[in-house]
């Protein structure tokens, strides 16, 4: 399967009385967009009002609660269309052509849901630690109607981000990309004959699926609804996968996360020259034990299956799902498939408590992403876009988090992305 991405390098956004994208500035119509967010029936029922505001790196400002990050695309050759299965129809992606905005992204904002939403600071220490400071941010503020359950507001504003994010990727479509790469995986059998003697390698991609408010979409199925299954890594970049999740904001992988996974990037550099990358796994991470069972049986079969030399596993979440990252790692290693994590701790604010909440001597192999237990102080902005009136609540906030001068101490948790498990972040650990 072969994917064309063609990039768009996006150097300003402003508010204008049309939508369109010249000489790298993104012109948005307010009305525009919302009027298309609100063809959603969900969006209709739930979402009482949209306001859009602009967030640029380096401004003072703070946007909070965080819920998801959506990077505009638009399928412009090939099957399917973007967000297949929730925006576009139910059809194979992951070939053909595809424009992406690059440098900006979609964000939505608005009344807590759960309480793992998360911050974005555009400046100052929060900025340090979260990706979404560097990126143009176009920011929907979404006010739900009065008496609006959780799971139906969290349903409506993900619907509300992805067509915003779709109405401005449609931008790019007749546009000419600044920068174009095309990514190129083989059949089993191809793949042998192509690569003759390289090391084959597989990501075994965990996604969150412990449900209330934790959860993720495969072609728009609720994932904790599925075993084990393969993907071509281009499916990945085409939107096959979302995020429904409301888990803690440092390690949660938001729908710009997995358009964007790190780890299926360095995987492609090194396909053709020192391994043979052979396809994603994912799988999930369920609740109960037995279906932690199935589900690490199950990758380790379809490891085993594709005679992988190596897997590289990404958890997704703390806790619960460490249970999770131990089974698919030890299932591995004992069928001799060399096996390398990528978490991140939860280490307590000294850092000297135990990182995971499950371990095997067989996890010799690990990549941290940072401690999110550690404390920091977030200077006060001269803007929020959102409210601040949850921050004391959010995972890794407590009573007194938001200090009266507009500072806020927590834990790291709290800023979205910081200790992000696919390794999209600035921090590690030794």
Sequence with gaps: MKLELGFIQIKDIQFSNECAVKDGILYVNADDVKAFVYENDDVKAYIESIELDIAKPGESVRITPVKDVIEPRVKVEGPGGIFPGVVSKVDTVGSGKTHVLKGMAVVTAGKIVGFQEGIIDMTGTGAQYTPFSKTLNLVLVVKPVAGTKQHDYERAVRFAGLRAATFIGELGRNLVPDETKTYETYGVIEGYNKLPGLPRVGYLHMLQTQGL???????????????????????????????????????????????????????????????????????????????????????????????????????????????????NCVKNEKQGIKTVLITDEYAGQDGKSQSLADSDPLADAVVSGGNANMVIVLPPMDKVIGTLDFVDVIAGGHAGSLRPDGSIEAELQVITGATNEMGFNCMSAR
Excluded at 237 to 244: R, T
Excluded at 273 to 279: A, E, P
């Design 213 to 327: 408010l934790h959860d993720t979409y495969v072609y728009g199925v609720d994932a904790k609804r599925i075993v084990a299954t393969l993907l071509n890594p281009t499916e990945t970049m085409d939107g096959a996968i979302l995020s429904g999740n409301c888990v803690s904001a440092c390690d949660k992988n938001t729908t710009y996360h997995h358009l964007n996974n790190p780890v299926v990037a360095e995987l492609f550099e090194q396909h053709g020259k020192t391994i043979n990358y052979v396809c994603n796994i994912i799988t999930n991470e369920n609740v109960y034990l037995a279906d932690k069972q199935r589900g690490s049986d199950w990758a380790a079969k379809l490891t085993k299956l594709l005679d992988l030399d190596a897997v590289i596993v990404s958890e997704e979440g703390f806790g619960n799902p460490d249970a999770d990252l131990i089974m």
